[in-house]
């Protein structure tokens, strides 16, 4: 499995309403997030996505990126002793004593990927992950501005799409079954 995490610049598009209510100007052009992390309320919230390689894919829009807003949905969907590859960032710092094995990638000193058995193939990487975040960056782009209030059905759908490839013919189950229990994010 590997897991990571990504910022989505969203903030409240045609809701002034909830814009003056938050004491901010309405905005002029497009919203630009500032530089690094962001959280919910800094109009850049977090998307924590984990990827088995060559499986299935789990998006979840976050509040803020900490280890224990990250603890319940890593458990939730990776299994306990499950191989997990992550950069180095310090919130998967516990994921050995949260039951899995673990290994990073140092993307702050230039390493993208790397072979510690020495077969020639590089194991450890998060390049499956990143993917994804480049694909969803462009599934989102023509939107020009994506609302924070929808951004989670923006990434229900994408995860969907993202999966169907994966199941193959079953993909019609799948529909039926989202259209039958609803949504998974809340509005």
Not at 83 to 108: C, F, K, P
Not at 129 to 154: C, N
């Amino acid at each position: 499995m590997e897991c990571d995490e990504v910022y989505i610049v969203a903030g409240h598009k045609g809701q002034q309403q909830e814009v003056v209510q938050a004491g901010r100007p309405p905005r002029r052009r497009r919203l630009k997030g500032r530089p690094g992390r962001g959280t919910a309320e800094t109009d850049k919230p977090p998307v924590l996505g984990m990827i088995a390689r060559g499986g299935l894919l789990v998006l979840e829009l976050l509040p803020d990126v900490r280890q224990k807003t990250i603890k319940p949905h890593i458990l939730e969907h990776i299994a306990p002793k499950t191989l997990v590859y992550t950069d180095e960032y310090a919130i998967y710092s516990r994921l050995e004593q949260w039951g899995y094995s673990h290994e990073s990638v140092n993307h702050g000193k230039g390493e993208y990927a790397r072979d510690d058995d020495g077969d020639g193939f590089c194991e450890v990487h998060v390049n499956t992950i990143e993917g994804v975040w480049s694909l969803l960056r462009s599934r989102l782009r023509p939107h020009r501005g994506i609302s924070q209030k929808h951004l989670g059905h923006y990434l229900a759908f994408f995860e969907f799409i993202h999966n169907a490839r994966k199941r193959g013919k079953a993909v019609l189950h799948a529909l039926v079954e989202a259209l039958v229990t609803g949504p998974r994010y809340a509005s």
